[in-house]
């Protein structure tokens, strides 16, 4: 993968006369071509300590901590269904009495992905409208949770496996219902047995565990910095609203719950509110 580095150099002549011109420097390392739905780190570097930046990615804006470091690192994404293939603008500013901007582009990267054609029951192909109202408000429900951003950031990466099973369908994956077709897969499945343990990708809190129309049981978890982690199709909760979890802990049982065609884990991972792909997560390299 090609990396760009990126440098802003500010001269505080002006404000200072008496003492040498100080160049205060911010260093912005990302990569320079990323395939649609896949999540990347951004790195940056400050010849000083960092109190806040502002982070803009197209029209997004998070605000990160870096707590007196000169180092921070945050991820960033596109989303399948929502994103654009093109060059999308990165800017991030290090805020402070003298605000120091580096702005550069990022190729969001146009990717093929394969056809998957399911058989459901016909009323979760196309619901009947008794339930349109349900589906309106879960939606609404879930949109408002992943559009939050939290400013404290339980991330570690790599992520933890939810469960040991391997990838079932990937990300992407053009989707068609008893051949309607339908949005994108937007996660990842994973092979999990009914009632097998599912385990938290990384620490944060539950912000959500509720039965929704389509995902089923299904627990979402904020790690902070926009970064949510959701699980669907579950048979039992191991958890609750607000708890506070640890990398690994055990929140839930596999199942068969909302529109499934058996047992799995559904993993969604949102960045900002856009869907990734949270298998080049679970290893350091992204983009495998
Ligand atoms: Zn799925």
């Keep these: 993968m090609m990396f760009r580095f990126l440098m802003a150099?500010?001269?505080?002549?002006?404000?200072?006369?008496?003492?040498?011109?100080?160049?205060?420097?911010?260093?912005?390392?990302?990569?320079?071509?990323?395939?649609?739905?896949?999540?990347?780190?951004?790195?940056?570097?400050?010849?000083?300590?960092?109190?806040?930046?502002?982070?803009e990615w197209g029209d997004r804006k998070l605000q990160v901590s870096a707590a007196g470091?000169?180092?921070?690192?945050?991820?960033?994404?596109?989303?399948?269904?929502?994103?654009?293939?093109?060059?999308?603008?990165?800017?991030?500013?290090r805020l402070g009495l003298s605000p120091v901007a580096v702005s550069t582009h990022v190729l969001v990267e146009k990717r093929e992905f394969p056809e998957q054609r399911l058989t459901v029951p016909p009323e979760m192909a196309t619901p009947p409208a008794a339930v349109q109202e349900r589906i309106a408000?879960?939606?609404?429900?879930?949109?408002?949770?992943?559009?939050?951003?939290?400013?404290?950031?339980?991330?570690?990466?790599?992520?933890?496996?939810?469960v040991p099973g391997a990838v079932s369908s990937?990300?992407?994956?053009?989707?068609?219902?008893?051949?309607?077709?339908?949005?994108?897969?937007?996660?990842?499945?994973?092979?999990?047995?009914?009632?097998?343990?599912?385990?938290?990708?990384?620490?944060?809190?539950?912000?959500?565990?509720?039965?929704?129309?389509?995902?089923?049981?299904?627990?979402?978890?904020?790690?902070?910095?926009?970064?949510?982690?959701?699980?669907?199709h579950l048979d039992e909760f191991r958890t609750e609203q607000g708890a506070m979890v640890e990398a690994g802990q055990v929140i839930g049982l596999a199942g068969q719950t909302g529109r499934v065609t058996g047992p799995h884990l559904h993993l969604g991972f949102y960045v900002l509110d856009m869907a990734v792909d949270p298998s080049a997560l679970f290893f350091p390299k992204t983009g495998q």
């Design 9 to 55: 150099i500010l001269l505080l002549a002006a404000a200072m006369p008496p003492t040498p011109a100080l160049a205060a420097q911010l260093r912005v390392e990302c990569p320079e071509v990323i395939g649609i739905g896949l999540p990347f780190v951004v790195r940056v570097e400050s010849d000083e300590p960092m109190g806040k930046l502002l982070v």
């Design 69 to 93: 470091n000169r180092d921070v690192q945050f991820l960033l994404g596109s989303d399948v269904l929502k994103s654009k293939p093109g060059p999308q603008a990165l800017r991030v500013t």
């Design 137 to 162: 408000r879960e939606q609404a429900e879930v949109r408002e949770i992943l559009a939050g951003v939290s400013a404290v950031n339980h991330l570690s990466l790599p992520l933890m496996r939810p």
């Design 170 to 232: 990937a990300y992407g994956l053009r989707r068609f219902f008893n051949d309607l077709e339908r949005n994108p897969h937007r996660g990842l499945d994973l092979k999990a047995a009914l009632g097998e343990p599912v385990r938290s990708a990384a620490a944060g809190q539950v912000v959500l565990a509720a039965d929704h129309y389509y995902g089923g049981r299904s627990v979402f978890i904020d790690h902070g910095l926009g970064v949510y982690s959701v699980y669907m």
